[in-house]
């Protein structure tokens, strides 16, 4: 059974920083662009970043460019997330999901999606 889970989540004060992580079983997520997402209450799902199969190409959504990193350990099957610099408005359920390529930040061909995970940027 393919499964993506997310975990690292948190509340975390407004400059603060969290790492989450995007682990994959069922399947090889070294074969997959890996993108994560985020949807804040009464928002749309947006994109946030990708990360080609190799990791060589990444892709960021301009309002979290700089403060946030994709990064993969495809002998792990994980993805991370590292968010640096948080702010309130990056407070969100944040999914990650598996597309062969990565289109931008885009939802395009994801057809693997975790539950997600929440990340409250709060004082």
């Known amino acids: 059974q393919l499964q993506l889970v997310e975990s690292g989540g948190g509340l975390v004060q407004p400059g603060g920083s969290l790492r989450l992580s995007c682990a994959a079983s069922g399947f090889t997520l070294g074969y997959y662009a890996i993108g994560w997402f985020r949807q804040a209450p009464g928002k749309e799902r947006e994109g946030v970043s990708c990360?080609?199969?190799?990791?060589?190409?990444?892709n960021y959504a301009d309002s979290v460019k700089g403060r946030f990193t994709i990064s993969r350990d495809n002998a792990k099957n994980t993805v991370y997330l590292q968010m640096n610099s948080l702010k309130p408005e990056d407070t969100a359920v944040y999914y990650c999901?598996?597309?062969?390529?990565?289109?931008?930040?885009?939802?395009?061909?994801?057809?693997?999606w975790g539950k997600g995970t929440l990340v409250t940027v709060s004082s």
């Open positions: 999901a598996a597309a062969r390529m990565c289109v931008g930040v885009g939802r395009y061909g994801m057809d693997y």
């Open positions: 990360s080609s199969s190799s990791g060589g190409i990444t």
